[in-house]
């Protein structure tokens, strides 16, 4: 995992922050901590193993005219992105939440979703505005 970490993750994750504060992005960090006592090999992984990925979407190419291979090896799996998710909303819920109570469009809010009195700015539909279906 070493390898793997000095020479794939380590310079990707430079490279995702050097381009957060290129283009002025919210960086989401924390990740690759978390994901290190995941790893392919763990009993618990949070990756797609090769025979993961091969079983979900099929092989890129055969090596040596047996193994099968594909880019899907190394992703995350459900695990995985369980864990991203809970990152990304621990930046983005906030956020969300602000432009949702600061909508005048109940259409906004995501089916489901449970929305307190007054947290719309508006609650009744603006009578010039089109009709919803």
């Given at each position: 995992m070493f390898f793997i970490r000095r020479h794939l993750i380590e310079?990707?994750?430079?490279?995702?922050?050097?381009?957060?504060?290129?283009?002025?992005?919210?960086?989401?960090?924390?990740?690759?901590?978390?994901?290190?006592?995941?790893?392919?090999?763990?009993?618990?992984?949070?990756?797609?193993?090769?025979t993961d990925a091969v079983a979900r979407q099929g092989h890129n190419e055969i090596v040596?005219?047996?193994?099968?291979?594909?880019?899907?090896?190394?992703?995350?799996?459900?695990?995985?992105?369980?864990?991203?998710?809970?990152?990304?909303?621990?930046?983005?819920?906030?956020?969300?939440r602000q432009l949702v109570a600061q909508s005048t469009c109940r259409q906004l809010t995501p089916p489901g979703t449970q929305v307190q009195p007054g947290e719309l700015k508006d609650e009744q539909p603006d009578a010039d505005a089109d009709p919803v279906d």
């Open positions: 310079p990707l994750n430079q490279a995702v922050k050097t381009a957060a504060g290129k283009f002025n992005w919210q960086l989401v960090g924390g990740l690759s901590q978390d994901f290190i006592t995941h790893g392919y090999v763990a009993r618990d992984r949070w990756f797609r193993t090769n040596f005219g047996v193994f099968k291979t594909s880019s899907g090896a190394v992703h995350p799996n459900e695990l995985g992105h369980r864990n991203i998710s809970r990152h990304l909303l621990d930046v983005m819920g906030p956020r969300v």
